[in-house]
């Protein structure tokens, strides 16, 4: 198993910056990828960002792209999400994720709310 901790969500303005971490815990040994997904109201779960833990190859949602920066910490087994650029759009629950054999684990989640 392995234990995901988030932290660092919030109420900010347009414009604004946040940075969400993530603290993995557990059977983190063989993990391959971590990341960050949200979800807004009435919508479907989707990928924000996401880095592969060997190699550091990253890969973003396109509506996040050059606005957001996803990086890791493997000493701490921690991931971050800076969010730049903040859009109303951008309001969600944020959910980091890790992969791990083949399986996806999940966070608690943490509200981001973006206001105009």
């Known amino acids: 198993q392995v234990q995901l901790v988030e932290s660092g969500g919030g109420l900010v303005q347009a414009g604004g910056s946040l940075t969400l971490s993530c603290a993995a815990s557990g059977s983190i040994l063989s993990i391959y990828a971590m990341g960050w997904y949200r979800q807004a109201p009435g919508k479907q779960r989707e990928l924000v960002a996401r880095i592969i833990i060997n190699g550091g190859r990253t890969n973003y949602a396109d509506s996040v792209k050059g606005r957001f920066t996803i990086s890791r910490d493997n000493a701490k087994n921690t991931v971050y999400l800076r969010m730049n650029s903040l859009e109303p759009e951008d309001t969600a629950v944020y959910y980091c994720?890790?992969?791990?054999?083949?399986?996806?684990?999940w966070g608690q989640g943490t509200q981001v709310t973006v206001s105009s």
């Open positions: 994720n890790v992969v791990r054999d083949g399986f996806y684990y």
